[in-house]
């Protein structure tokens, strides 16, 4: 090895064992053994696709998971196909939908809110569950910006949920209040999308 690449290569370790300093210093830090919250929001794509991701990853371990999409739940949905076809012994999943279109095409505010508040039914006994390892609940921050939820209800439920449960929330607009239970949250931030310039949804891709 020439000198120049000698050189080269101890400052790369230099600054790898920097980095590995400051990462295990971290790693010590994290004592805490218990569930989260994540907000997935901002006005970019993948929210869901984001939260579903932890979902694959939760079942993949045999956790009980429940997951609960307000707003969707008259289009097909590929992932739902998926895991839903999955054995029930070794992936334990519950996947209930609010069962209307989205509220601009239904415009019926007080059927909207009856679906939510029945889908919400369902998911706030999972948040008292303690053999659920992982409650999703996909665009909640619509059903509580339309208020057909009760803010104080919601944070409530989130809050005294098992202490070994995590719990997502996905949604544009979600509030200060939803931001501050968080222990993660991360804003999707939208730079360009295919259907503003006129490309329709793919299946398998969007949905």
């Avoid at 790369?12 to 990462?23: E, G």
């Avoid at 989260?36 to 991701?53: E, L, N, S």
């Avoid at 895991?83 to 007080?110: C, K």
């Avoid at 059927?111 to 303690?130: E, P």
Wanted: overall charge neutral; hydrophobic content about 40%; charged content about 25%.
């Amino acid at each position: 090895m020439s000198e120049s690449e000698n050189s080269k290569q101890q400052r790369h370790k230099k600054r790898m064992q920097a980095r590995k300093d400051i990462v295990d210093a971290g790693v010590a830090r994290a004592l805490q053994e218990r569930g989260i919250v994540i907000v997935y929001t901002g006005d970019g794509k993948g929210k869901t696709t984001a939260a579903v991701g932890t979902v694959t990853r939760a079942l993949g371990y045999g956790y009980k998971v429940v997951v609960g999409q307000f707003i969707k739940g008259v289009w097909e949905c590929g992932e739902k196909n998926l895991l839903s076809a999955l054995p029930q012994d070794r992936y334990p999943l519950q996947w209930h939908e609010m069962g209307t279109d989205f509220t601009w095409e239904t415009q019926d505010f007080e059927a909207d809110k009856a679906a939510a508040l029945a889908l919400w039914q369902k998911l706030k006994a999972a948040l008292a569950d303690d053999s659920v390892y992982l409650v999703v609940m996909d665009e909640l921050t619509y059903a509580l910006n339309y208020k057909w939820l009760d803010k104080a209800e919601v944070l409530e439920a989130i809050g005294n949920r098992p202490e070994g449960q995590s719990a997502i929330i996905t949604g544009r607009g979600a509030k200060q209040y939803l931001l501050d239970i968080a222990d993660t949250v991360t804003e999707m931030k939208s730079q360009k999308h295919a259907f503003e310039n006129g490309v329709s949804a793919r299946k398998g891709i969007e949905w």
